[in-house]
């Protein structure tokens, strides 16, 4: 009883806000006269003047009465709208970095102009974000109008545009695009080679509508970007001949002597390490057999630039030949190589060895080479959208959400008062024992409506729900039609005339989203058609539209006096804020509506959460056949069922979260270490650390730190050094040259012989022309290892919640690996990118050209790449149906979903074969 006293006495928190935004109303208002007096060109002045004056450090915040008002003041002019105040008050919020929960059809779009103009005045650009490539366009195309008017661009940002195109998009003003469209924008923005095919620009502010849809309903799963790596397998397979022919070197070297050889051989194997090196005599009969299998051209070397893989791939097959064995290593099953779990002995069922050892194993074994799909990159909603420095919501249903904004985004949510009070009329659910009983009464009710002239939506959860009732429908000879959420564009326009007398739409819940339902149908595109048509003098223009309004004027009074737009649901939403948005639809700005919802024991969330309390509620009334029972306590109990699957939905997301932020905060290091080798002038100095610290690493394996000279093995390391790095280090010499050495001026030593091997090559080559070569050794192999690392990350995921079971937290140990796989990554990075660069013979410029452009070709060798937004379910979100392209979507099981989500099984929707 407290809070509720102290909310009357103090106000609530909403209430406290709005009441600071209402005087900030008034300053605008007050405003009002004195940009009614400018001129149209003194109006857009304002535009440069605000500009100047951001410039000069003036803040927003003081700017804003000034810049709403201007921004008023040319929507009158352009789109013939004046801002309603309530308007202005939600533009306040959406410029203060919250959550406006605005109900549906009291106009969010142009709301958004107003923060949107005042922002963009900096020049870092706003991003609106839509649901769809339809609402984009759309809202784009309609607030342009008052934009340019005031001198600012707008760009539209859709899925498929050239470089150029998108490039434009982003460097306007403002920006219209969807949500998977501007994730998909930046995952590829970190995937290029050079800083000029970038699109973006640094994420200011977004202001995303559907705030709800989009960072709660849609953020239960990743964008994904995934690919085939090139098909190698003919090189896999000519290689596994040759590595069977080169022989293993047999006995130790003495460290002391390094003498001890049996029987010398072709390489080394290191067990510790699984790693195999190439003696002097080995590096030639590779290069001799190589050549012999067409694998090398005539006289080149395995240490041009231009054999780089092949050596990669000649390593991974002499390591499959001699370190992996079958049955203890791994398995092979059903024609595949499965790998052994070292410690368990566990079968790791779909995972594979990285760096092409799987498919050297896969060809070692005469099983087929596989050239796996790859996540090339990935991001969720939640980790895309908080790079903004500032981002805002509108919705029409924020509030059952508003502790997960909070929580997640750290986004409050204001309700903003409709312009008008509501006078729609909730009724309470009607509950039928059975579904037939239930939609029977749906169907009366339809009935009544339709034929009393009142429009009429019936809402569905799934599209197999509007198919059925549509089949009742048809059966009682009721037109009607069906919206499934396929084509946006077509269902807008259908959606916006489903407020005429009488008529019939049934709608799922994501169909003709966005598009508002005028009483008495839309005529606004009509009155355009006689606008734009130059055949006809104005008088006959005017003459028509007057016509036509005054009969849209009769039809509005009729519908109006059928009580407005009848909303019917036949089920309860998991969520509340569905059936929310549902109900929403009507009783827009001050008009009539009424809404019902009608449910049986046999729906899902019946059955899982109420049934039984209901139905003991029922029995008790003895209540006969066909009757429903209608009761506000039946419809709270279904309403706190509902809010325990959201609590639980809650839940799932958050732990998505949880796991997604350790590969973001690991991402974020993988981004910028790629943006500053995309942006560095001069790469040396990260090279030459990375070579010191890769050196340092190698000489310590061999001569540990603080350790007494009778420890070294300085003939291994030689001996290493000679064979891995091309370094030739006379470290014994230099011991016995001196009395006193210490393990650091070792260190110091290799280090010093590294920086001379490489800068005699920047000095045969020039700085300038090996730098491109540098930066993609570099991005190449963070990228390879960055998509292993994602597939580990994967893996590791799975099969976590194994660990529950030991007495672990899944969630910490989760994290402690994932961070040992990342430190993993980073070292395996800087050793193979030193390895590169010291092996590789480069002797003039143009090999230095032909080995960069060599290294990007084969870095853009990915094929079948494709981008998805996966449901929960694993099948994949709409696109714009309209020419529906379903390749984009990879392999679809005939048995799954259709991906253009239809709902049907894909064999019998886009898979049907022609
Ligand atoms: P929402 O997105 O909030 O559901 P819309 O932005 O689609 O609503 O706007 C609903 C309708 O209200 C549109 O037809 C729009 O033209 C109209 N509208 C919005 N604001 C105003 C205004 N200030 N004056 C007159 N009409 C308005």
């Given at each position: 009883m407290l809070p509720k006293l102290l909310t009357q006495i103090f106000g609530s928190r909403n209430e406290r806000l709005l009441k600071g935004y209402r005087r900030v109303v008034q300053q605008i208002n007050a405003l009002e006269p004195k940009f009614e007096a400018l001129d149209d060109e003194a109006l857009r002045a304002k535009t440069a003047e605000f500009k100047a004056r951001v410039a000069q450090g003036e803040s927003l915040d003081a700017l804003l009465p000034e810049a709403f008002a201007v921004v008023r003041e040319g929507s009158k002019r352009a789109l013939k709208m004046r801002h309603f105040d309530v308007q202005l008050i939600g533009g306040m919020v959406l410029h203060a970095g919250k959550v406006a929960e605005m109900r549906t059809g009291e106009g969010k779009t142009l709301m958004g102009t107003l923060p949107v103009y005042l922002n963009a005045l900096t020049g870092k650009g706003v991003h609106l974000v839509t649901v769809n490539d339809y609402l984009a366009k759309r809202d784009a195309e309609w607030m342009a109008q008052l934009y340019n008017f005031l001198g600012l661009s707008v760009g539209i940002n859709l899925p498929n545009m050239p470089r150029e195109q998108k490039q434009a998009a982003y460097a306007a003003d403002v920006t219209y695009g969807t949500n998977n469209e501007y994730g998909f924008d930046y995952l590829r923005d970190n995937m290029v080679?050079?800083?000029?095919?970038?699109?973006?620009?640094?994420?200011a502010y977004a202001i995303v509508d559907e705030v709800d849809s989009i960072?709660?309903?849609?953020?239960?799963t990743p964008l994904i970007i995934s690919g085939q790596a090139d098909d190698q397998t003919d090189v896999y397979l000519a290689i596994n001949q040759v590595a069977p022919r080169l022989k293993k070197q047999i006995g130790e070297l003495d460290?002391?002597?390094?003498?001890?050889?049996?029987e010398p051989g072709d390489f080394t194997v290191d067990e510790k390490s699984h790693q195999i090196y190439l003696t002097e005599d080995g590096h030639d009969n590779a290069e001799r057999l190589l050549a012999e299998a067409g694998?090398?051209?005539?006289?080149?070397?395995?240490?041009d630039a231009a054999n780089i893989s092949l050596m990669h791939h000649l390593y991974a097959a002499l390591r499959a030949h001699h370190i992996y064995h079958r049955d203890q290593h791994y398995v092979v099953q059903n024609g595949e190589v499965t790998i052994v779990?070292?410690?368990?002995?566990r079968l790791m069922t779909g995972r594979r060895w990285s760096d092409g050892l799987h498919q050297a194993v896969e060809a070692k074994e005469g099983v087929a080479v596989q050239s796996e799909n790859q996540t090339l990159a990935s991001i969720t909603f939640q980790n895309y959208f908080r790079m903004y420095g500032k981002l805002g919501g509108m919705t029409g249903t924020a509030d059952t959400e508003a502790y997960e904004f909070q929580e997640i985004y750290g986004l409050e949510t204001v309700v903003i008062p409709p312009n008008r009070p509501t006078q729609r009329r909730d009724e309470l659910d009607l509950v039928y024992k059975t579904n037939k009983e239930k939609f029977e009464a749906v169907v009366r009710d339809i009935r009544d409506c339709h034929e009393r002239g009142q429009p009429v939506l019936v809402g569905t959860t799934s599209i197999e729900n509007s198919e059925l009732i549509s089949a009742l429908l048809n059966k009682e000879k009721l037109p009607h039609q069906v919206l499934n959420a396929k084509q946006h564009a077509k269902e807008a326009e259908i959606v916006a005339q489903a407020?005429?007398?009488?008529v019939i739409t049934i709608a799922t819940?994501?169909?003709?989203?966005?598009t508002d339902i005028v009483l008495g149908g839309n005529v606004e595109n009509q009155v355009k058609v006689i606008e734009a048509?130059?055949?006809?003098p104005d008088s006959v223009k005017a003459e028509r539209i007057a016509k036509l309004k005054s009969e849209w004027a009769g039809l509005h009074e009729a519908v109006k006096a059928q009580g407005g737009l009848r909303i019917i649901a036949t089920e309860r939403h998991e969520s509340r804020r569905i059936d929310n948005q549902l109900r929403g639809?009507?009783?827009?700005?001050g008009d009539p509506g009424s809404s019902r919802f009608y449910l049986s024991l046999d729906d899902q969330l019946m059955r899982i959460f109420a049934g039984d309390r209901v139905r003991a509620i029922m029995d008790r009334l003895k209540m006969p056949e066909g009757e429903a029972i209608e009761a506000g306590i039946v419809t709270r109990s279904i309403e706190s069922a509902q809010r325990k699957v959201e609590g639980r939905n809650f839940d799932i997301r958050k732990q998505l979260l949880e796991y997604d932020d350790v590969s973001n905060d690991q991402r974020k290091v993988i981004y910028q270490q790629r943006n500053d080798i995309l942006e560095a002038d001069s790469l040396v100095e990260q090279i030459t650390n990375l070579r010191a610290s890769s050196l340092t690493d190698v000489v310590r394996t061999f001569v540990p730190a603080e350790?007494?000279?009778?420890?070294?093995d300085l003939a291994s390391l030689e001996r290493v050094l000679r064979d891995e790095w091309q370094l030739e280090v006379p470290l014994k010499a230099l011991v016995e040259k001196s009395d006193a050495i210490t393990d650091e001026e070792i260190v110091e030593a290799v280090v010093k012989a590294g920086d001379a091997s490489f800068n005699d090559k920047i000095a045969r080559v020039g700085i300038e022309q090996l730098t491109p070569f540098m930066r993609m050794v570099l991005l190449q192999s963070i990228d390879q290892h960055w998509r292993e690392h994602l597939a580990s990350l994967d893996y590791l995921r799975q099969g976590?919640?194994?660990?529950?079971?030991?007495?672990?937290?899944p969630k910490q140990e989760y994290k402690r690996e994932a961070f040992e796989l990342f430190s993993q990554l980073l070292d395996v990075v800087k050793m193979e990118v030193t390895r590169t660069l010291l092996n590789v013979r480069i002797q003039s410029q143009e090999e230095a050209d032909r080995a960069a452009q060599a290294m990007e070709a084969r870095a853009d060798q990915?094929?079948?790449v494709t981008y998805t937004h996966p449901n929960e379910d694993g099948s994949v979100s709409q696109d714009?149906?309209?020419?529906?392209?379903?390749?984009?979507?990879?392999h679809v099981g005939r048995?799954?979903?259709?991906?253009?989500?239809?709902?049907?099984?894909f064999k019998a929707c886009h898979g049907k074969l022609s």
């Open positions: 080679h050079d800083v000029a095919d970038r699109v973006q620009r640094p994420l960072l709660i309903d849609e953020a239960r460290p002391r002597t390094g003498e001890g050889v049996i694998l090398l051209p005539e006289g080149a070397s395995l240490y779990d070292e410690f368990t002995g407020g005429r007398p009488g819940n994501m169909a003709g989203r966005g048509d130059a055949s006809l639809r009507s009783g827009r700005q350790s007494l000279e009778e420890q070294w976590i919640h194994l660990r529950g079971y030991a007495q672990k937290n990915v094929s079948n714009p149906a309209d020419g529906f392209d379903v390749s984009k979507y990879g048995n799954d979903p259709c991906p253009c989500g239809s709902g049907k099984k």
